[in-house]
Nanobody
C-alpha cells in the first residue's frame, strides 16, 4: 500500500507565491516520475510540471518561468514552487507519483488534491 499526501495550498493574491509539497509513503522500492497536475472548474485535468528520477523536468507552457518543480529523493517528496501567481492558476492541484512497490509491481498513485485560489 502506497499513498501520496499534498499540502501547501491556500488563498493568495495575484503576484504572490505558494509552495506545494507532496510526500509519498508506504511499501516503496523506488519512485520514478513525480508530477503535479491541476484541474480548474469546468476544465480537464492538465499537467503542470513533472520530474523524473534522474532530475529532468518539463513544464506546461503556461507556467514556464514562474513555477519550479524539485524533489528530495531521501524524503520521497516533490515540491512545486509557484511564483507570480495569476487568477488563471486557480485550481485543485494533484500530485501524481509513479512508484515501484516492494513486490516489484508498478503503480501510479494520485493524491487527494489541494486547492490553490489566486484572488484579490
Amino acid at each position: 500500500q502506497v499513498q501520496v499526501v499534498e499540502s501547501g495550498g491556500g488563498l493568495v493574491q495575484p503576484g504572490g507565491s505558494l509552495r506545494l509539497s507532496c510526500a509519498a509513503s508506504g511499501s516503496i522500492r523506488s519512485i520514478n516520475n513525480m508530477g503535479w497536475y491541476r484541474q480548474a472548474p469546468g476544465k480537464q485535468r492538465e499537467l503542470v510540471a513533472r520530474i523524473i528520477s534522474g532530475g529532468s523536468t518539463n513544464y506546461a507552457d503556461s507556467v514556464k518561468g514562474r513555477f519550479t518543480i524539485s524533489r528530495d529523493n531521501a524524503k520521497n517528496t516533490v515540491y512545486l514552487q509557484m511564483n507570480s501567481l495569476k487568477p488563471a492558476d486557480t485550481a485543485v492541484y494533484y500530485c501524481n507519483a509513479q512508484i515501484t512497490i516492494l513486490t516489484g509491481k508498478y503503480v501510479a498513485v494520485w493524491g487527494q488534491g489541494t486547492l490553490v485560489n489566486v484572488s484579490s
